[in-house]
Nanobody
Framework: QVQLVESGGGLVQPGESLRLSCAAS????????MSWYRQAPGKEREFLAR????????DYTESVKGRFTISRDNAKNTVYLQMNNLKPEDTAVYYC???????????WGQGTQVTVST
């Protein structure tokens, strides 16, 4: 069974950092690109970052470029999101995501809450 479990969220002050983790199981992790999304109250789910299967390249939405870094450890079946210089606007539930091959579906984790407050 495909499973994605996020962790590492919490309450921080503006300017501080957090590192989120997503532990994956139930599929051949090392052969799939992985992504992070977030959803703030009253807003649509927003794409944040994507990393290729080997970790050789990554993409980011403009609002987090330069502050967030996606990475992965294929030996641990884990993808990470390092978030630096956090802002109140970053407050949201953060999700990891994988799209499997045709006919095998899309999968989301349960999410982890990140709150940035003064």
């Amino acid at each position: 069974q495909v499973q994605l479990v996020e962790s590492g969220g919490g309450l921080v002050q503006p300017g501080e950092s957090l590192r989120l983790s997503c532990a994956a199981s139930g599929f051949t992790f090392r052969t799939y690109a992985m992504s992070w999304y977030r959803q703030a109250p009253g807003k649509e789910r927003e794409f944040l970052a994507r990393i290729t299967a080997t970790g050789g390249s990554s993409d980011y939405t403009e609002s987090v470029k330069g502050r967030f870094t996606i990475s992965r450890d294929n030996a641990k079946n884990t993808v990470y999101l390092q978030m630096n210089n956090l802002k109140p606007e970053d407050t949201a539930v953060y999700y990891c995501y994988v799209r499997l091959r045709l006919g095998r579906g899309d999968y989301w984790g349960q999410g982890t809450q990140v709150t940035v407050s003064t």
